[in-house]
Structure formats: structure tokens, C-alpha cells
């Protein structure tokens, strides 16, 4: 059964075109594709849209039939969960609060014994059930985006979209984060996208890469046949090379000329 689809979509900030007849070919349910590309490429852009966050000036997303335009908001909400690039709280809330906030969104406010045990159960599942009570405007910029990751996944979406997860943690909770994430899209049957910079993990990763820059979808395939493209080296504006790794992994080797 497909997923998530996109078709001409386009976008200005003014009179700065952002996207420009964006389409990919429809993303495989319990599968992670990965959005690539350099900076101001248009990934976060490229988010909202889907997300509903912001309106193409052409083109529509759909899923499997759906053409997410024409859903209301809740409705949207309920199909499309969105994990932005930067999560800022100030509220005197904790941890364990905003993750019970973000497991009730759409379910009503009554709280239920089971609702607290799948909070708890939630937080030990991220790695962060010793941050159950912490102040989330007291967590360090990496505790933050787990807990924001966590948020995401608590809630039962059919597409999930993560900007940049990884971009304040150390190496082990960059790896525990993306295979929480691809653990639950597959276990979901859900559609995963996240936006990486990091191309050895998006190599790791990644079930389906999407590359994008100048506003373009310039390829779309799985790891290997996107990292050889020459597109690859003519986006990012470095010579790349690719090896395979011990576990048969592929490895991205960047030089500048």
C-alpha cells in the first residue's frame, strides 16, 4: 500500500521561489526516507507543506488517495505528525507533562491510569525516563530534541516528519534516535521522513533517499543509487566517494578540490 506522494509543488517567500515543481514517486508505507541536500535547499519548506504548515502556490500531497488540501486541520493533524528543526519551551512544564499534552492532542483530556503508563512507558522506550520530572525549560539543547522526538512518536500517525533530529546529539544518541524512529515506522507501517545533513547516516538509515537542492527534487532511489549519482557531487559542490564498510555498510567519503 503507498504512502505519500507529492506533485508540482511550489513555494515563494516573496518573490523568492523556494521550491519549484516538487514531486516524488509515492514513499512505501513501514519505510524511512531520508530528505538530503545543503543548506537552503528547501528541506524544512518542503516539511511545512506536507505538514500544512504552509500553502503551495501549486501542486498538492497526497496520501495513498488522499489529497491532504482538502482535510481539516485535526483531520491533518491526526495523519501528519511534524517534529521541527527547533524545539524552544519556556513553560513552567515538565518533561513527563508535554509528553501527556502530546498523547492527548487529539484524544480528549481525561487522563487515564493507561495513559500515564504509556507516557512512562513512552519515556524509558526514548532513553529519557530520568527526565520524567525535569523542567523542560531547564533541558540542555540534546535532552530537548529527544524529548521532542519522543512527542512525535507517542503520537499514532500514518506519516511521521523529523527536521534535522539528530543535530544537537552526541554520536550514540544520534543512532539511538534514528533507530527509534525507523523501529516505529516499520513496526507502524507508517511513512517516515527525516531531514539529515549527515550522509553517512542517512546511508545507514535510509530505506529511500531523497535528494534536493535549488528547490528541485534532483534523484530518488534507495542509498546507493542516490550517493553514486553524479548529482550528488555537483549539488553539494565537493568530490564524494563511496566504499562499503565491514557490515557491508556504505561509507561517504567528502573532499573539497
Known amino acids: 500500500m503507498t504512502g505519500l506522494s507529492a506533485q508540482g509543488l511550489c513555494?515563494?517567500?516573496?518573490?523568492?521561489?523556494?521550491?519549484?515543481?516538487?514531486s516524488f514517486d509515492p514513499l512505501e508505507r513501514g519505510k524511512l526516507t531520508v530528505l538530503i541536500g545543503p543548506n537552503a535547499a528547501g528541506k524544512s519548506t518542503?516539511?511545512?507543506?506536507?505538514?500544512?504548515?504552509?500553502?503551495?502556490?501549486a501542486g498538492k500531497v497526497h496520501i495513498a488517495d488522499t489529497d491532504l488540501a482538502r482535510l481539516s486541520t485535526r483531520e491533518r493533524l491526526k495523519k501528519v505528525c511534524f517534529m521541527p528543526q527547533?524545539?524552544?519551551?519556556?513553560?513552567?512544564?515538565?518533561?513527563?507533562?508535554?509528553?501527556?499534552?502530546?498523547?492527548k492532542q487529539l484524544?480528549?483530556?481525561?487522563?487515564?491510569?493507561?495513559?500515564?503508563?504509556a507516557v512512562g512507558q513512552a519515556l524509558e522506550d526514548a532513553g529519557i525516563g530520568h527526565l520524567a520530572e525535569a523542567y523542560v525549560s531547564?533541558?540542555?539543547?540534546?535532552?530537548?530534541?529527544?524529548?521532542?522526538?519522543?512527542?512525535?512518536?507517542?503520537?499514532k500517525s500514518d506519516v511521521?516528519?523529523?527536521?534535522?533530529?539528530t543535530s544537537a546529539l552526541d554520536l550514540r544518541?544520534?543512532?539511538?534516535?534514528?533507530?527509534?524512529?525507523k523501529t516505529a515506522v516499520a513496526g507502524r507501517q507508517a511513512v517516515g521522513m527525516v531531514a539529515l545533513h549527515d550522509l553517512n547516516l542517512a546511508a545507514r538509515y535510509a530505506d529511500n533517499?531523497?535528494?534536493?537542492?535549488?528547490?528541485?527534487i534532483l534523484a530518488q532511489g534507495s542509498p546507493e543509487e542516490v550517493l553514486r549519482s553524479p548529482a550528488i557531487s555537483n549539488t553539494y559542490g565537493v568530490e564524494i566517494e563511496i566504499t562499503t564498510g565491514p557490515r557491508e555498510n556504505l561509507l561517504v567519503h567528502a573532499y573539497t578540490s
Open 138 to 155: 531547564e533541558l540542555s539543547g540534546g535532552q530537548s530534541q529527544m524529548v521532542s522526538v519522543a512527542q512525535a512518536l507517542i503520537r
Open 11 to 22: 513555494f515563494s517567500y516573496g518573490r523568492r521561489q523556494v521550491l519549484s515543481d516538487v
Open 160 to 165: 511521521y516528519l523529523f527536521d534535522e533530529p
Open 107 to 117: 484524544k480528549g483530556w481525561r487522563v487515564s491510569e493507561d495513559d500515564m503508563f
Open 46 to 57: 518542503l516539511f511545512r507543506l506536507i505538514a500544512g504548515l504552509l500553502a503551495p502556490s
Open 209 to 216: 533517499l531523497i535528494l534536493l537542492g535549488e528547490g528541485r
Open 86 to 103: 527547533f524545539f524552544t519551551a519556556n513553560a513552567a512544564l515538565t518533561v513527563f507533562d508535554v509528553m501527556m499534552m502530546a498523547h
Open 173 to 181: 544518541h544520534q543512532l539511538d534516535v534514528l533507530t527509534q524512529i
